[in-house]
Nanobody, 123 residues
């Protein structure tokens, strides 16, 4: 069992920045892919970014490439999402996810989820 706890959400004006954190605990995470997804009201949960725990390959959705950065701290079992130049369309609940089978871009490919943290960007 893997427990994921997100933090760092909040409200910010367009052009601002936020950093989300996802603290993971439970089984060893050396083989897990870690990802961020987001879900806006009335929309499907969409992929934002991902990283393999044991590698440095990073994956991003086109909509956030160049603005968001995913990173990890193995010693702290924590994954971060640095979000810069935020736009109103980035407003959503952001979720951290983990999976053993590898990096995927669909939410159904992930077995473990955090509770989510709200990000609101005003224009």
């Amino acid at each position: 069992q893997v427990l994921l706890v997100e933090s760092g959400g909040g409200s910010v004006q367009a052009g601002g920045s936020l950093r989300l954190s996802c603290a993971a605990s439970g089984r060893t995470l050396n083989s897990y892919a870690m990802a961020w997804f987001r879900q806006a009201p009335g929309k499907e949960r969409e992929f934002v970014a991902a990283v393999r725990w044991s590698a440095d390959r990073l994956y991003y959705a086109d909509s956030v490439k160049g603005r968001f950065t995913i990173s990890k701290d193995n010693a702290k079992n924590t994954v971060y999402l640095q979000m810069n130049t935020l736009k109103p369309e980035d407003t959503a609940v952001y979720y951290c996810a983990a999976d053993l089978t590898g990096v995927g871009r669909s939410y159904w490919e992930y077995d473990y989820w955090g509770q989510g943290t709200q990000v609101t960007v005003s224009s």
